[in-house]
């Protein structure tokens, strides 16, 4: 049975993880695929501004970088449990929670949302991405 010990996490990594996530996200929603996400939820400027209003960059980018220290840090918890290590390692752990738990759950919320499934697709897309590259630097970086 695996054991969940907080001694043997690599703090810095998990810290470093989430960043690397939030950066991401910034350059995939933005610069690489940011004229398509809106375009794909069907988003004027106008909404995009009153979408921006209702959450200050604080709340924003604080929850975003917040959610991101939890997934790295439950991530750490199961690349030290289930000693993963290396790069393939960090892949598998990475393609599984989000072939699992990530994958499936967006899904079922783009089936209860009225969104182009091409929606989906980019999020999905930009999930695998850092679910893969959290699990690398997790368990390259121990």
């Known amino acids: 049975m695996p ?10 990594a998990v810290f470093t993880a989430a960043l690397a996530t939030f950066f991401l996200g910034a350059v995939w929603y933005q610069a690489l695929f940011g004229n398509l996400w809106k375009r794909l939820h069907g988003y004027t400027h106008e909404q995009l501004r009153a979408m921006q209003a209702k959450r200050p960059p604080l709340v924003f980018f604080g929850g975003m970088i917040g959610a991101y220290l939890l997934l790295a840090f439950v991530m750490a ?8 290590t290396g790069i393939a390692g960090g892949l598998a752990l990475g393609l599984l929670l989000w072939l699992g738990p990530t994958s499936a759950v967006a899904f079922t919320g783009w089936l209860a949302a009225d969104k182009a499934i091409g929606t989906y697709g980019l999020d999905a897309a930009y999930q695998f991405v850092y679910m893969a590259m959290i699990g690398v630097i997790l368990a390259v970086w121990r």
Do not use: P
């Open 77 to 84: 918890l199961l690349v030290t449990a289930f000693n993963v």
């Open 3 to 12: 054991t969940f010990d907080l001694a043997k996490i690599n703090w810095l």
